[in-house]
């Protein structure tokens, strides 16, 4: 490793610690969590979060935004929300001291660098779809205009895990587009006692901007060249593999548990997760630990269980925890 690339590497862990002690000062513990979501803008990976109301999701995602110099969105998703609520209209408008009319494009929230899309499963599934081709693609297309979407971008999606009256499950190949499913747990007894002193008086919390967009990218462009080893990446793959059933090699409660392991594309993104998460630790290449640290949320959507797990009582995390256990 060059003298450039181990200097970029302790720019990038000072960055890291500076962006944590920023999102601090308004969130109480969930420092898994935190690590998680600068995991995922480091790796330019988009977010699906589930926790019931109250916990923060918000709080978190813009305190993030504001540390790192992006524009944000919140966007709420509810029944009656159309594709164009989200990606922009065109307008006709009057040509300014010409006294003509032309359609110009108005631009929607989705013209952001982070966007919370709050409660994505509370509107139908052709409203959802209007976020697959800006996840995908990074652009938005209206009419015969094709619109860039200025980078870094991400989207943050919510689900409330309580409430399924009334609402549209994702399909399997947009949960897909997720890097990461990040669940958000209730704080502990302490971390509860500290949340209602800090936010039952009046407190001025200014937080400092770390880094910026553009130079956001320039991190995400080098972490993409950081060298994995060999077995490293061997392991990721073997991983993956293992939790489809029709693999012959799976092991045989993946063949009893689950009705449909995870696809190549999780393989990518253990990879590239476990290069983000060692490079903001200042390390210069992912271990096979790392790969177990992403593990959980690249995969827990990504494999659906049988009836024979849910008859046990078993989900996802149970499954992956005792295929990490298993797969040497």
């Known amino acids: 490793m060059s003298n450039e690339q181990a200097k970029t590497l302790e720019s990038l862990n000072a960055v890291r610690n500076a962006i944590v002690n920023e999102i601090k000062k308004n969130i109480v513990g969930q420092e898994e969590v935190i690590v998680n979501f600068l995991t995922a803008i ?5 977010c699906l979060i589930e926790g019931v109301p109250g916990l923060a999701k918000t709080m978190l995602v813009s305190t ?7 524009k ?19 307008i006709l408008a009057e040509v300014s001291g010409e006294g003509k009319r032309e359609f110009q494009f108005l631009k929607g929230p989705i013209f952001a660098n982070i966007i919370l899309a709050d409660e994505i499963n509370r509107t139908p ?19 015969n ?29 947009q949960l897909d587009r997720f890097m990461f499913n990040i669940l958000i747990d209730y704080p502990s007894h302490q971390e509860e006692v500290d949340i209602v002193k800090q936010t039952t008086v009046n407190r001025i919390s200014g937080i400092k901007k770390v880094i910026d967009a553009k130079d ?15 077995h490293v990446m061997e392991y990721a793959v073997n991983l993956v593999r293992a939790t489809r059933p029709v693999n012959a090699e799976c092991p045989d409660f993946i063949k009893t548990w689950v009705s449909w392991g995870a696809g190549p594309r999780a393989s990518q993104y253990l990879i590239i997760a476990a290069k983000t998460r060692a490079a903001l630790e200042g390390r210069p290449t992912p271990s096979i630990d790392d790969v177990k640290q992403v593990a959980h949320i690249v995969l827990r959507h990504r494999i659906l269980v049988s009836f024979a797990a849910e008859a046990e009582g078993l989900d996802t995390n149970k499954i992956i925890t005792k295929l990490l256990e298993t797969i040497k």
């Open 72 to 90: 944000f969105s919140r966007i709420q998703f509810t029944p009656d929300l159309m594709p164009s609520d989200i990606t922009g209209t065109e």
């Open 145 to 173: 205009n094709t619109f860039e979407l200025e980078k870094p971008f991400l989207v943050m999606a919510t689900q409330n895990p309580i409430e399924q009256e009334g609402t549209y499950p994702l399909p399997e190949a």
């Open 42 to 46: 480091f790796a330019a990976g988009h």
């Open 216 to 230: 956001i990218v320039t991190y995400q462009n080098f972490i993409r060249q950081i060298p994995v080893s060999d």
């Open 64 to 70: 993030l935004a504001e540390a790192t110099d992006m």
């Open 125 to 143: 599934p052709k409203t959802q779809s209007s976020l697959l081709e800006a996840m995908q693609e990074y652009q938005v297309t209206a009419g």
